[in-house]
């Protein structure tokens, strides 16, 4: 079904040239404090700091490909950071979606689809007893958090990975020393330093929270370690799903690794894009809800709970998972491909398959290769991660080798 408003942009020819470009940023910055409310959507986080006429805003997108205010048309290897795994605008999912809102989005009672998917998702999580929902990733790990000190009767936290911009995992500036005491953060996969910030916590350690995979697959003690301490005293083991869920596995790491935690945050993939997260858990942990207050007025709301059933429907249906990963490789082969042919270097392709980054040795060199491989059709995230989708047809990746080719070759000749 096309978008009336989007095509009326389209014919009223406001996609004109790079000056509309700049409008709409120029919009954003007068009303955005910070140009967006994503900040990876940010324009200094998208191209770097030097780079005024590239697009911010689109108008349309369908499957991998993204049509910018300015009419330019892309592959996009950002997949709206790795939130749609499917392809935008995926078919059945709009069309459970568009059922959902015409019965109605919301009422002063639950959807049935809240119950349904819950259901489901115990069926395939391995920690999940128990799912309560929210609406995104961040506000999930929070409620973990939350759950664990209410079960625990303790404050202390030992963490590792990036938890979004909740004031208990945030150094940023509003955030009281008061509660950044409470935390500690270690580096990932750094067993020594985990034995120590939870031997110092003690018996005040409410939970260990880690992010189960960060660029890289953990070591597998890494893992084993956290679990023993936490049962060794008497805390929670929280893994932040978010971005491993329905993405290495439906049921993520957890399921990869045979390690299961307590609790577990699940986001971004679990409804290919409409805003909805769970946290799951043990029943124990997570019926420490009744003791605590964790709730928001559109955790419940329909459209969402409709997107996620039918993802939950595909990966039913087909290993959505593997498939990720294959093409994930394909794209990692194709830049590969482009680095060797180039003979570009200070460049590699790094990570796991389905969720994989370009390391660069220079972060200039860096912005130059996004905005140069943007110019030939490709919009590549800068670091981490560029996320494969089903949706990442033949057309797709063959665009992904020519604009990388494109790209290193602007880059190389700049140093030569």
Same mark, same amino acid.
């Given at each position: 079904?096309?978008?009336?408003?989007?095509?009326?942009?389209?014919?009223?020819?406001?996609?004109?040239?790079?000056?509309?470009?700049? #409008? *709409? %940023? &120029?919009?954003?910055? +007068?009303?955005?404090?910070?140009?967006?409310?994503?900040?990876?959507? =940010? @324009?200094?986080? /998208?191209?770097?700091?030097?780079?005024?006429?590239?697009?911010?805003?689109?108008?349309?997108?369908?499957?991998?490909?993204?049509?910018?205010?300015?009419?330019?048309?892309?592959?996009?290897?950002?997949?709206?950071?790795?939130?749609?795994?499917?392809?935008?605008?995926?078919?059945?999912?709009?069309?459970?979606?568009?059922?959902?809102?015409?019965?109605?989005?919301?009422?002063?009672?639950? #959807? *049935? %689809? &809240?119950?349904?998917? +819950?259901?489901?998702?115990?069926?395939?999580?391995?920690?999940?007893? =128990? @799912?309560?929902? /929210?609406?995104?990733?961040?506000?999930?790990?929070?409620?973990?958090?939350?759950?664990?000190?209410?079960?625990?009767?303790?404050?202390?936290?030992?963490?590792?990975?990036?938890?979004?911009?909740?004031?208990?995992?945030?150094?940023?500036?509003?955030?009281?020393?008061?509660?950044?005491?409470?935390?500690?953060?270690?580096?990932?996969?750094?067993?020594?330093?985990?034995?120590?910030?939870?031997?110092?916590?003690?018996?005040?350690? +409410?939970?260990?929270?880690?992010?189960?995979?960060?660029?890289?697959?953990?070591?597998?003690?890494?893992?084993?370690?956290?679990?023993?301490?936490?049962?060794?005293?008497?805390?929670?083991?929280?893994?932040?799903?978010?971005?491993?869920?329905?993405?290495?596995?439906?049921?993520?790491?957890?399921?990869?690794?045979?390690?299961?935690?307590?609790?577990?945050?699940?986001?971004?993939?679990?409804?290919?894009?409409?805003?909805?997260?769970?946290?799951?858990?043990?029943?124990?942990?997570?019926?420490?809800?009744?003791?605590?207050?964790?709730?928001?007025?559109?955790?419940?709301?329909?459209?969402?709970?409709?997107?996620?059933?039918?993802?939950?429907?595909?990966?039913?249906?087909?290993?959505?998972?593997?498939?990720?990963?294959?093409?994930?490789?394909?794209?990692?082969?194709?830049?590969?491909?482009?680095?060797?042919?180039?003979?570009?270097?200070?460049?590699?392709?790094?990570?796991?398959?389905?969720?994989?980054?370009?390391?660069?040795?220079?972060?200039?060199?860096?912005?130059?290769?996004?905005?140069?491989?943007?110019?030939?059709?490709?919009?590549?995230?800068?670091?981490?991660?560029?996320?494969?989708?089903?949706?990442?047809?033949?057309?797709?990746?063959?665009?992904?080798?020519?604009?990388?080719?494109?790209?290193?070759?602007?880059?190389?000749?700049?140093?030569?």
């Amino acid at each position: 079904m096309p978008d009336s408003r989007s095509s009326t942009i389209v014919s009223q020819g406001v996609l004109q040239n790079e000056k509309q470009a700049q #409008s *709409w %940023r &120029e919009r954003a910055d +007068a009303v955005l404090p910070t140009g967006a409310s994503t900040g990876s959507k =940010r @324009a200094a986080a /998208l191209y770097g700091e030097e780079c005024p006429d590239a697009p911010t805003h689109f108008v349309r997108a369908r499957g991998c490909r993204v049509t910018a205010m300015n009419g330019d048309s892309f592959v996009d290897c950002t997949m709206a950071l790795g939130a749609v795994a499917l392809g935008y605008a995926e078919p059945r999912v709009t069309n459970a979606v568009i059922e959902a809102a015409s019965e109605g989005s919301v009422a002063g009672l639950s #959807s *049935w %689809r &809240e119950v349904e998917l +819950a259901e489901r998702l115990c069926a395939m999580i391995p920690c999940a007893e =128990r @799912a309560q929902f /929210l609406k995104s990733g961040a506000e999930a790990i929070s409620a973990a958090v939350r759950l664990a000190r209410t079960y625990t009767g303790r404050d202390r936290i030992v963490a590792s990975g990036y938890f979004g911009w909740h004031d208990w995992s945030s150094n940023s500036g509003g955030v009281p020393e008061a509660v950044r005491k409470d935390v500690v953060h270690v580096p990932f996969g750094d067993v020594s330093a985990l034995e120590r910030a939870a031997g110092d916590a003690g018996r005040s350690l +409410a939970a260990i929270v880690l992010e189960p995979v960060v660029e890289h697959e953990p070591p597998y003690d890494w893992l084993t370690r956290a679990r023993a301490l936490c049962d060794e005293l008497g805390a929670a083991l929280v893994f932040d799903e978010v971005k491993t869920g329905f993405r290495l596995a439906p049921g993520g790491y957890q399921q990869v690794c045979g390690v299961t935690p307590d609790l577990a945050a699940f986001g971004k993939a679990l409804a290919n894009g409409y805003p909805l997260a769970a946290v799951v858990g043990k029943a124990p942990l997570m019926d420490a809800a009744r003791r605590t207050w964790i709730s928001s007025t559109l955790a419940s709301e329909a459209t969402a709970l409709a997107a996620a059933l039918t993802v939950l429907d595909w990966h039913d249906g087909t290993d959505v998972c593997a498939t990720l990963a294959a093409i994930g490789h394909e794209m990692r082969a194709a830049v590969e491909r482009a680095i060797t042919a180039t003979g570009a270097r200070g460049v590699r392709t790094d990570g796991v398959d389905a969720m994989w980054l370009l390391h660069w040795d220079d972060a200039a060199r860096e912005n130059r290769f996004v905005r140069e491989a943007l110019g030939a059709g490709v919009l590549f995230k800068r670091g981490a991660y560029n996320f494969a989708a089903i949706a990442h047809d033949e057309e797709a990746l063959a665009a992904v080798e020519h604009a990388a080719s494109t790209a290193l070759t602007a880059v190389s000749g700049d140093t030569d």
